[in-house]
């Protein structure tokens, strides 16, 4: 290591990638087809939520403040997708008798599908590297309300592809989704915006990118 020290080379690429060819925007019909299969109907207001339950990332923030957003939002759904670790949630929503509102969906193979249905994308992570949950989100022109860290600031434009809140500020968080909610028009435009940004973050991209690596490297 220390006769490499002075000879190494540190290689930036913009994440693994993301297939667009899966991860993309859908019309308002196939919006709505969609979201009868999966047995959501146009009226509802579907907050996504794509990670593991645990501590980091942090969804108990949100479901805490079901019931202020259900008194603004009365046909808001939250989708919970991925494996549970962390019971606290699934306690606080049994407690509260919220159901009807936040559903767990578990690990599933149709992410896709319900990041396509969603208005907002969400994460309230306390850390993050380059979530791909996010790319995700943004390939399918859906506005992102996320959390400050390094990680979301490298994805998300504050204003202008989504919100970034303080993990310490609930209000933040809730005047973000509220906004959005009340403006259908912006959602529209911060998803068309994350379309256009995906696209950097690409399957194709980064494997130029680490084509260009390999071929000076070897």
């Given at each position: 290591m220390k006769k490499q020290k002075n000879h190494s080379k540190i290689y930036k690429i913009d994440g693994v990638g993301v297939n667009l060819s899966r991860f993309h925007s859908v019309?308002?019909?196939?919006?709505?087809l969609l979201r009868a299969e999966l047995g959501y109907s146009n009226?509802?207001?579907i907050i996504?939520?794509?990670a593991?339950?645990?501590k980091n990332k942090n969804q108990i923030m949100l479901v805490q403040k079901v019931r202020e957003l259900k008194a603004i939002i009365p046909t808001l759904k939250i989708l919970l997708i991925g494996k549970e670790t962390l019971p606290i949630v699934r306690e606080y929503v049994e407690?509260?008798?919220?159901f009807d509102t936040v559903q767990f969906l578990g690990y599933r193979t149709d992410v896709d599908k319900l990041t396509k249905i969603s208005d907002i994308a969400f994460s309230a992570s306390l850390r993050e590297g380059l979530p791909v949950n996010i790319i995700e989100a943004m390939a399918c022109g859906i506005p992102v309300v996320c959390s400050d860290n390094r990680g979301h600031r490298s994805l998300v434009i504050d204003k202008e592809t989504g919100f970034i809140f303080s993990p310490k500020s609930e209000k933040e968080m809730?005047?973000?989704i509220i906004l959005l909610y009340k403006n259908p028009a912006l959602r529209t435009e911060m998803?068309?915006?994350n379309i256009e940004r995906a696209k950097t973050f690409s399957l194709e991209n980064s494997l130029c990118e680490m084509q260009k690596i390999y071929y000076e490297v070897m």
């Open positions: 019309s308002a019909q196939e919006k709505s009226e509802d207001f996504t939520v794509v593991e339950l645990n407690k509260e008798n919220l809730i005047d973000a998803g068309n915006r």
